[in-house]
Nanobody, 120 residues
Framework: VQVEESGGGLVQPGGSLRLSCKVP????????MSWYRQSPGAPEKERELVAAILGNGGGEHYADAVKGRFTISRDNAINMAYLQMDNLQPEDTGAYFC???????????WGQGTQVTVSL
């Protein structure tokens, strides 16, 4: 499974970013999707779940640290998932990855991720 993340960047505290995730070649609506964050210096095995959404677009789940600030969504017609991140804080800094599954990695095939840096 090929996963392509994009949309990261450098933003000041309080700013916003919208991450995108494309998964071509997958019957997209059959799969939940999740976003994960790998903090600076952390190994791959310590990627933490940030948000998840079911295949039908319901069942949104968020880590406590991002509730009320991040919104996960998807467009099954174009095999895309999104993570709208508002009121970003320095602790949100990290590489963000998406993967099919609802908090459980189904395909051990990761994309390059997209870097988010929140700093003055």
């Amino acid at each position: 499974v090929q996963v392509e993340e994009s949309g990261g960047g450098l933003v000041q505290p309080g700013g916003s970013l919208r991450l995108s995730c494309k998964v071509p070649g997958l019957t997209f609506s059959n799969y939940a999707m999740s976003w994960y964050r790998q903090s600076p210096g952390a190994p791959e095995k310590e990627r933490e779940l940030v948000a998840a959404i079911l295949g039908n677009g319901g069942g949104e789940h968020y880590a406590d640290a991002v509730k009320g600030r991040f919104t996960i969504s998807r467009d099954n017609a174009i095999n895309m998932a999104y993570l709208q991140m508002d009121n970003l804080q320095p602790e949100d800094t990290g590489a963000y990855f998406c993967n099919p599954g609802y908090g459980v990695v189904i395909f051990n095939s990761w994309g390059q991720g997209t870097q988010v840096t929140v700093s003055l």
